[in-house]
């Protein structure tokens, strides 16, 4: 519960982060040119001249959730020995499932694989083989399983599991600065630290968010485009941003229990019965036969493209995909780890991995496996030309040329969009409460924050979006805003070096600045006290 039992704006936290945004809104606005230029060399020379840095942290983060799993330490219960989970499994892996990723899987799951085997932009152009070739599809897949499973899942499962530890077990603030006080020490004293922390926070998931919320009413236009002739406007933009905010307000309003976990629900079933519908009409045995060739070549491969900066990938492949990927993922991980503790009072550490790390990770394998492996089979065998598609139309744009050549594409193209339009509010729903609860002074995880917090929120995201779109340049607007979320990413980056030296201290060497060397007896417990 809260400390005193009044909540109240955090004025040190929410006005320096909305002027921000709305700075960079105004840039787009009167200059996009400069918007893009000045975030796009800043997000460049951050995964350029620290990509060591980045895929360091990656590889970190993977072994350290990894340890935690396989330790004692994962039979430690967020909450102490008697907390009991408010949502079962399946919920709980629906709302982190779709609250985190859940957009990116349905954009790239098609895209992603063509636009590395046919080499659009120059991604394979280090490697020994040939585009549109039986190697090319190999490494497709493969790397596509590197970019989206067990690497970017640990970004997140690493944050959220110091959060609901440190909130739970050792009774700090419901704040990401929380995560980071066994290595500065508690910052009850030091509220200038703790603002600085937030406000980095918010800032890239608001610039995110909105982002990828302008972004995707450019994807859904383009698939309202395709299907049914009708042209992508200010007006078919601005029906969306509503119909979309329209849904995710309404849901943060109704708060976790009842709006996130009903989106979630309907999404992760759509989800469900979308691989179902390809494992029917695909090609099954190419994809098994694929998808485990591919699997091992990731394998087989795995240290190398872990720790590879561009010096053997090139820059195509690992500075605009995986080193971007990271930033993004690390970018969003503060936030995304705020919700993933929400959810996930009373789990064990090892549940907690489980759902947030090991089933989104196999789900993602999966997905690709037979999406991106359908459609790489379409394409070698001359049944689609996906890669004019995207090389003509845009990197998002073999999505709905891979539905339309499906039977029953009337159904499953309306359906996607409706699949994209309630990722897109399930994400923004639950970033928006997020920010919201960020904003807010003396509350505990276990409260919602204000209605008008979330109503703010919510309605300033939508606008950003739609303007980027609409008035601000089109697609370089849209591209503008999530360069400089990406550039923000670099700052969060070095926050994120210090969450993850905090959960080495008080989970491996069990060593922090206030408390020393933790007795073993009471760190198992899960009631380890300063």
């Not at 009850?188 to 009413?217: E, H, N, T």
């Not at 078919?236 to 976790?256: C, D, H």
């Not at 065998?381 to 499906?406: C, I, M, P, R, Y």
Request: charged residues 10%; glycine residues 8%; hydrophobic residues 50%.
């Amino acid at each position: 519960m809260s400390v005193n039992g009044k909540k109240s704006l955090n004025v040190g936290v929410f006005v320096p982060a909305f002027a921000i945004v709305l700075i960079a809104v105004a840039v787009g606005l009167i200059n996009n040119e400069l918007l893009v230029k000045v975030a796009k060399n800043i997000f460049y020379f951050s995964l350029s001249d620290f990509a060591w840095l980045y895929q360091l942290l990656a590889v970190s983060a993977l072994g350290v959730v990894g340890y935690i799993f396989f330790s004692k330490a994962g039979n430690i219960r967020l909450g102490g020995a008697n907390a009991k989970p408010k949502f079962s499994m399946a919920s709980n892996f629906a709302m982190a499932l779709t609250g985190g990723i859940a957009t990116g899987v349905v954009t790239y799951s098609v895209n992603e694989p063509i636009i590395y085997m046919g080499n659009i932009y120059g991604e394979i152009s280090n490697q020994s083989f040939a585009a549109n070739s039986s190697e090319a599809a190999i490494f497709a897949i493969a790397r596509s399983f590197h970019n989206w499973s067990f690497i970017p899942y640990a970004i997140y499962s690493i944050v959220g599991l110091m959060i609901g530890y440190m909130h739970y077990n050792r009774k700090k603030d419901f704040s990401i600065a929380s995560t980071i006080s066994p290595v500065i020490g508690s910052n009850d004293r030091k509220p200038a630290v703790r603002s600085l922390i937030d406000i980095i926070s918010v800032l890239a998931i608001a610039l995110g968010l909105a982002s990828s919320l302008g972004a995707g009413l450019a994807l859904i236009s383009s698939g309202i485009e395709a299907e049914y002739g009708i042209a992508s406007s200010p007006t078919t933009w601005l029906v969306l941003t509503l119909i979309i905010s329209a849904i995710f307000i309404t849901s943060a309003l109704s708060g976790l229990k009842r709006g996130i976990k009903f989106l979630s629900s309907i999404n992760a079933y759509i989800f469900y019965a979308f691989v179902v519908i390809l494992l029917l009409v695909g090609p099954v045995s190419y994809i098994f036969s694929l998808s485990v060739t591919s699997f091992g070549y990731w394998l087989d491969n795995f240290f190398l493209w872990s720790f590879d900066t561009k010096e053997s990938g090139g820059e195509a492949l690992v500075t605009w995909w995986t080193m971007y990927d990271w930033s993004i993922w690390i970018a969003y991980a503060p936030l995304m780890g705020l919700f993933l503790a929400r959810i996930s009072y009373g789990r064990t550490l090892r549940e907690f991995l489980i759902i947030n790390w090991i089933l989104p990770s196999v789900f993602g394998i999966v997905w690709f496996a037979i999406w991106g492996g359908s459609a790489i089979k379409w394409q070698l065998d001359g049944t689609l030309d996906l890669v004019k598609v995207v090389s003509e139309n845009g990197a998002v744009s073999g999505l709905w040329g891979f539905l339309q050549h499906l039977p029953f594409s009337a159904v499953l193209v309306p359906l996607a969009i409706f699949t994209l339009i309630i990722s897109f509010a399930t994400a923004a729903d639950s970033m928006s409460s997020t920010i919201a609860t960020i904003c807010t002074k003396n509350i505990s995880a276990d409260e919602e924050s204000p209605k008008a917090q979330k109503i703010i929120w919510g309605l300033s995201i939508s606008v950003i979006a739609y303007i980027m779109v609409a008035f601000g340049g089109g697609a370089q607007g849209v591209d503008g805003i999530k360069y400089l979320a990406a550039a923000g990413g670099f700052t969060v980056l070095f926050l994120f070096v210090l969450i993850v030296v905090s959960c080495v201290r008080v989970f491996i060497t069990k060593k922090e600045v206030n408390g020393g060397e933790q007795p073993e007896a009471n760190l198992l417990s899960g009631v380890v006290h300063d």
